[in-house]
């Protein structure tokens, strides 16, 4: 079977920097902030071109941290967009803010620029574009708008570590970004873990302090933050990670292109990607009509598929009170019901790729 995912792979060759690294830990003993989570905020911040990273212990820590830092809260709206994972809204719902929903543009699967004015009200306070499987939405023209609109821009990057727009990096370019270091995620702790970047040192302070109950010293609570610190182990585990991010993206980024080059001439729809673009390459996504019939013959060949996501966000039971219906996102609609990711990860051969595709190719004859 060809997996969607094979994280086993890389742990077993970073084994003994692995062992070494979680070793220091338990020899350090600092199992919560600490050096190692020091070391990796350096370097994480270095690696997204922002003078700061600061680590927590989940994507969604971070997204809803970054809101609060922001000043979102109660009787405000976030403008953001159906097609991503749940956590984007929940974060926003979490902090007591209202999620506004606005469509994809149908050529790279992020916010569509042209769809956010129409959704701006007084309570908007907030854009927040989703890089979708590791491609950056269309910043320029985001940013542009929420200047206009005197509008806080948080990205959620959870799934485009190491992406760019025109040279300048995933997260660098809105007032904050938001990353998840998952285990799936291009960049993955052996747990949960996530971090907010910001170039600004006053957005930096508060959200030290929000991911620690809010203290600027021991028992003194200057805002009402939480515990969303990260671990020792994690801080030491990424730091070691952080040696082959890029070469990984490369890897990532390789076999995507061998794909797009297989794929060609089959009656599959990929994301288009601007040429100043630089995918990461979270997923290898495309869109087939007969989905679900595609991924049963991909099945039978032993080779595994992921449909991020079936569900828009807007369409999710959970969100029924938010008061959307089928029809009103066309575009994320279509990517929903008809997108499927083929595996794709570092370690995945190039044999392994021209299976996926050759399989895919069959998949078309019989269907
Ligand atoms: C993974 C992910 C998150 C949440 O990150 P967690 O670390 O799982 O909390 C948020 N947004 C997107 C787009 C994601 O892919």
Redesign the pocket.
């Known amino acids: 079977m060809i997996p969607v995912l094979d994280l086993q792979a890389q742990i077993n060759a970073l084994r003994p920097e692995l062992d070494a690294a979680v070793a220091a830990v338990l020899d350090g003993g600092q199992f919560i902030l600490g050096p190692h989570v020091e070391s990796f905020e350096r370097r994480f911040a270095e690696y997204c071109a922002t003078p700061h990273a600061v680590a927590v212990n989940?994507?969604?820590?971070s997204?809803y941290m970054a809101l609060v830092a922001a000043g979102i809260g109660r009787g405000d709206e976030v403008i953001t967009v159906p097609m991503?994972?749940i956590?984007?809204a929940a974060a926003i719902e979490l902090a007591g803010a209202k999620p506004v929903f606005v469509d994809i543009d149908p050529g790279r699967w992020t916010m569509d620029p042209a769809r956010i004015e129409a959704a701006i009200t007084p309570r908007t306070k907030a854009l927040l574009p989703?890089h979708?499987y590791g491609q950056m939405a269309d910043m320029d023209e985001i940013m542009a708008i929420a200047r206009i609109h005197q509008l806080v821009v948080i990205e959620?990057a959870?799934?485009a570590h190491g992406a760019e727009l025109a040279g300048r990096r995933a997260g660098s370019l809105g007032h904050m970004g938001c990353f998840?270091?998952?285990p799936g995620?291009n960049l993955g702790a052996l747990g949960?873990?996530?971090a907010v970047v910001t170039t600004s040192d006053e957005l930096a302070k508060r959200l030290r302090m929000l991911r620690n109950w809010g203290q600027d010293g021991k028992y003194n609570h200057v805002l009402k933050g939480l515990n969303a610190r990260m671990d020792g182990i994690q801080g030491a585990v990424l730091s070691v990670k952080m040696n082959y991010i890029e070469a990984w993206t490369e890897a990532r980024q390789a076999r995507a292109a061998l794909y797009d080059r297989l794929l060609a001439d089959l009656p599959v729809r990929l994301p288009s990607v601007p040429a100043n673009a630089r995918h990461a390459r979270h997923c290898y996504s495309l869109c087939v009509d007969d989905r679900d019939r595609v991924c049963e013959r991909l099945e039978a060949d032993g080779i595994a598929t992921a449909i991020h996501y079936p569900i828009p966000l807007h369409l999710q039971p959970a969100y029924a009170d938010l008061g959307y219906a089928k029809g009103d996102f066309p575009v994320a609609e279509a990517l929903a019901a008809t997108t499927l990711s083929l595996p794709l990860y570092p370690e995945l051969s190039e044999a392994d790729v021209r299976e996926v595709a050759n399989s895919l190719a069959r998949a078309f004859i019989r269907a």
Do not use: H, I, M, N
């Open positions: 989940s994507g969604t820590a997204l991503t994972f956590a984007t989703v979708l959620d959870c799934q998840s270091f998952y995620k949960e873990g996530g």
